[in-house]
């Protein structure tokens, strides 16, 4: 079962003010390389802690894209604490992902 969830900009809004750990990928359905990039998501995904919610977003509005700072696709985003940890944009393989994402989910006080 994927841990990748379809979310909206509301429950993304929800999900980043709530404090946890949450990784976005933002996406449009004309977009050519989103595809490749969803392949590499999930495969990050099974890779991430458990406690980092993942969250797939779409921009086809584009006042979610305004919201989010969303100017290219496809784009990353990793929240902690409410805040934004990275931003990526473009397409990376998964591993380039995971090296691009580790240094932001560390462990508390480790």
Known sequence: MSRVRDADAEQLRAEIEA????????????????????????????????????????????????????????????????REATALSGFRRAPALMEALRPHLAPAGG
């Open 19 to 82: 404090g946890g750990r949450v990784m976005v990928e933002f996406w449009a359905p004309w977009c050519v390389q989103c595809r490749p990039m969803a392949s590499a998501v999930e495969r990050v995904a099974d890779r991430l802690p458990e406690d980092v919610s993942i969250l797939k977003v779409s921009v086809e509005d584009e006042a979610v894209a305004d919201e989010w700072s969303v100017t290219s696709l496809p784009a990353i985003a990793l929240y902690v604490g409410g």
